[in-house]
């Protein structure tokens, strides 16, 4: 159970900000330039806000996000940037602090969005037990903030997605979970909040499309027409955000047109030279893999072959290697090779591709399971 109880504080993905209707422009410029993953203009841009209110926590907590996203598109191995990131979080902690008197719903929603991201961060790090006590205390404050301003939708947002993904925890976790938070888990609730922020116009609209598209394109919800409508949407809205085109290649395996999920990945399209040098990398690779996996599950074993071989001359992305691992062995089996496969199924440690590499010494392929990976992105 201590394993999965990280689903709590996983609920909080960049957030939107409460903010004065003054602010409301500067905001969703600097969200925008968040989702294209610029990271160099979204800090400078939070700078900037942070000048222009210096007692809002607005700016802090957005460069907070920024230096989260550069962390992480480093491959979360630098401490000094992670350090960065923790000292933006404290800035913005205090100045949430500051405004409690003069304006207690913003400053609970600022604590919230704060205090969660910073769970989030240390989920990222597997650091359990410094993200729990956060991720608690974030909920109380989006319940404070939501009871003082009922259209505080941002801070809605956010107790959707921890109904939502509360409802996806064990059984055994879930009374846990309520004694912790102090509030039930409810999947159809969850999805019902987050689609009525999806629906307005604020700024936490796209970061609750961007949540469903998450949601209803895992195995769970399994709605592919209505992922691939929302990533259709976020991919063109942000093209310099491979996430959503990778995710939507995904949803196109799923959907059984792999054709579309070549197209999408599109290995060697000029998409990727117009990313961020920090995400091109492991963007390309997982668009490999995409391209590779797609065409061997069409059974076009030269093809898989050729994509494979370019994959192997590039540096594997967080998750992918086992991945990898697994389409080498079935294109071993699709050659009649089956103990080199075997080989190759055994030494397999993700639960998920190992349980797939069973099956499919059980059952050769290309007669075997067809299921494309779960979505992952490196970054």
């Known amino acids: 159970m ?37 990271f160099d203009k979204a800090r400078a841009a939070s700078d900037a806000l942070a000048a222009r209110h210096p007692r809002h926590p607005a700016g802090a907590f957005y460069r907070s996000v920024s230096t989260y996203q550069r962390w992480i598109a480093e491959g979360m191995r630098s401490t000094e ?8 979080g404290e800035a913005a902690e205090a100045a949430a602090r500051a405004m409690m008197d003069s304006n207690p719903a913003e400053a609970h929603y ?56 509360a409802a996806r ?7 846990f ?19 009525s922020v999806a629906e307005t116009t604020g700024i936490a609209r796209m970061e609750a499309r961007s ?14 027409d209505g992922a691939e409508k929302l990533l259709a949407e976020l991919t063109a809205r942000y093209p310099r955000n491979p996430v959503y085109r990778l995710r939507r290649a995904y949803v196109a395996e799923r959907r059984g047109d792999f054709d579309a999920a070549v197209a999408l ?42 994509w494979l071989a370019e994959l192997d001359r590039l540096p594997h992305p967080r998750g992918m290697k086992d991945w990898v691992m697994l389409r080498r062995a079935n294109l071993l089996d699709f050659q009649g090779k089956h103990r080199e496969a075997d080989a190759l199924y055994g030494r397999i440690k993700d639960k998920t591709a190992a349980a797939l590499a069973k099956r499919f010494r059980d059952e050769r392929y290309p007669a075997g399971p067809k299921d494309a990976a779960p979505y992952f992105t490196g970054y």
């Open 211 to 224: 949540v469903l598209a998450v949601i209803l394109s895992k195995d769970e919800e399994a709605d592919w």
């Open 2 to 38: 201590r394993l999965r109880l990280p689903v709590l504080v996983l609920a909080f993905a960049l957030p939107a900000a409460a903010a004065p209707p003054e602010m409301e422009r500067e905001l969703a410029g600097v969200v925008d330039l968040f989702y294209d993953m610029d």
């Open 81 to 88: 940037t992670f350090r960065a990131f923790e000292l933006d």
């Open 265 to 306: 990945a599109d290995p060697d399209g000029k998409w990727i030279s117009t990313l961020h040098p920090s995400v091109r990398a492991p963007a390309r690779a997982w668009a490999l893999y995409r391209a590779a996996e797609s065409r061997l599950l069409q059974g076009r074993a030269a093809e898989t072959a050729g």
């Open 177 to 195: 979970a309520y004694l912790l938070i102090g509030e039930g888990a409810d999947r159809k609730l969850g999805l019902s909040e987050l689609w």
């Open 110 to 165: 600022y604590l919230g969005a704060t205090l969660g991201f910073r769970a989030r961060a240390n989920v990222a790090r597997r650091n359990f037990l410094r993200a729990l006590p956060d991720g608690s205390a974030a909920v109380k404050h989006l319940k404070k903030a939501l009871a003082l301003d009922p259209a505080l939708s941002d801070a809605r947002l956010g107790m959707g997605m921890y109904h939502y993904f």
């Open 169 to 175: 925890m064990p059984a055994g976790a879930k009374p």
